[in-house]
T-cell receptor, first 116, second 114 residues
Framework: EAGVAQSPRYKIIEKRQSVAFWCNPISGHATLYWYQQILGQGPKLLIQ????????DSQLPKDRFSAERLKGVDSTLKIQPAKLEDSAVYLC??????????????FGEGSWLTVV | AQTVTQSQPEMSVQEAETVTLSCTYD???????LFWYKQPPSRQMILVIRQEAYKQQNATENRFSVNFQKAAKSFSLKISDSQLGDAAMYFC???????????FGTGTRLTIIP
């Protein structure tokens, strides 16, 4: 079974530029998550989708971050304009259905962003 | 709100020895799930072991086992016969039964000494 796929793996941009990350979850997984992990910290949830609807985006900085999952499968996370403090690893994850709390959440390898 | 605390930023163990990583948590839910994830330098979060709060029996997965103390809200991970490949960051995580999001601790960096 294929895992969660993310691209690009690495990205370096200047502040005020834009960047987009792509994620393809495990086949059949209805729930998709984007996490931000700053160096030395645990991952923090940015946004959670159930199919193509948003379940939780309370910690997403909406003035600069946006995310979509138009067809309920793959998803894109965009940052515009980027700030130095956005340097982090962006982890995409998926699970069968978030309404069953015991379902395991599987993570991709992450997209490393450095803002200079 | 739910919180997860890992008080050991770094731990080290001799190869083939046993090490225990600590985790405490807080939640108002009666039904919840606890997880330990391993994060190697590649940064992918890999599930090591999970525990359902309603189960009294401690979970085990090969060399990995947990000591789940529900009353004390403690969830430690024991790694037996440590191997070089066990070196990584280990994160404790909690998910409440009320569809709460997965909340992570700050992690423990485990070093294996050959």
């Amino acid at each position: 079974e294929a895992g969660v796929a993310q691209s690009p793996r690495y990205k370096i941009i200047e502040k005020r530029q834009s960047v987009a990350f792509w994620c393809n979850p495990i086949s059949g997984h209805a729930t998709l998550y984007w996490y931000q992990q700053i160096l030395g910290q645990g991952p923090k949830l940015l946004i959670q989708f159930q199919n193509n609807g948003v379940v939780d985006d309370s910690q997403l900085p909406k003035d600069r971050f946006s995310a979509e999952r138009l067809k309920g499968v793959d998803s894109t996370l965009k940052i515009q304009p980027a700030k130095l403090e956005d340097s982090a690893v962006y982890l995409c994850a998926s699970s069968l259905d978030y309404t069953a709390s015991g379902n395991t959440i599987y993570f991709g390898e992450g997209s490393w962003l450095t803002v200079v | 709100a739910q919180t997860v605390t890992q008080s050991q930023p770094e731990m080290s163990v001799q190869e083939a020895e046993t090490v225990t990583l600590s985790c405490t948590y807080d939640t108002s839910e009666s039904d919840y799930y606890l997880f330990w994830y391993k994060q190697p330098p590649s940064r992918q979060m890999i599930l090591v072991i999970r525990q359902e709060a309603y189960k009294q029996q401690n979970a085990t997965e090969n060399r990995f086992s947990v000591n789940f103390q529900k009353a004390a809200k403690s969830f430690s991970l024991k790694i037996s016969d440590s191997q070089l490949g066990d070196a990584a960051m280990y994160f404790c995580a909690l998910r409440g039964g009320g569809n709460e999001k997965l909340t992570f601790g700050t992690g423990t960096r485990l070093t294996i000494i050959p």
